[in-house]
């Protein structure tokens, strides 16, 4: 039976083992990552952020454990981090806009009726064309596409209230 380390087992590795910081960071890096999305307001920020996190992290695993003094190997193996580059601005902009636009959706899609709210669903966030979605609603095509259309209207007069910014940003809806 293969099983993962602990984060308590990695932790008591850091200093003398690398692949114990690689595992521990891919087991956390996206859970920060969102969490802190939702407070930075730039990329730059965002990933400043989440380095600080690891190096703080890093800097007080010897108190996890305080048998081991792991902090300065650790620090040096992630002092070097590289600049930014522009697949990453857009990757960490596109999580800032998610995390902030997550309740405002949310609310927005809750205001809906059911039947609008099925077809925006369907479509909108599970990738569906209007007439697939209509075959498994089991409506006409043509009341499908109406559906969408008013359901999309309710949304964006829902987010132009709640958060004026993400229609703006979103070009004014489709």
């Not at 993962?4 to 595992?23: C, K, M, S, V, Y």
């Amino acid at each position: 039976m293969n099983r993962e380390p602990t984060d308590a087992q990695l932790l008591a590795r850091l200093e003398h083992d690398r692949e114990a910081l690689r595992a521990f960071y891919l087991r956390h890096v996206g859970a920060i990552t969102r969490f802190l999305a939702r407070r930075c307001r730039t990329p730059e920020d965002l990933a400043d952020a989440v380095a600080q996190t690891f190096v703080e992290l890093i800097g007080s695993a010897s108190r996890y454990d305080a048998a081991q003094q792991r902090a300065a190997g650790v620090a040096a193996a992630v002092s070097g981090r590289r600049l930014l580059d522009e697949d990453d601005y857009a990757r960490l902009e596109a999580r800032i806009d998610a995390s902030r636009l997550r309740q405002p959706l949310s609310d927005a899609l809750g205001s809906l009726a059911p039947a609008e709210r099925e077809i925006v669903e369907l479509v909108d966030i599970d990738g569906l064309a209007p007439t697939d979605a209509a075959r498994i609603l089991g409506i006409n095509p043509a009341a499908a596409r109406m559906r969408l259309a008013r359901g999309r209207r309710r949304m964006r007069s829902a987010l132009a209230v709640e958060a004026p910014d993400a229609v703006q940003m979103q070009g004014g809806g489709r």
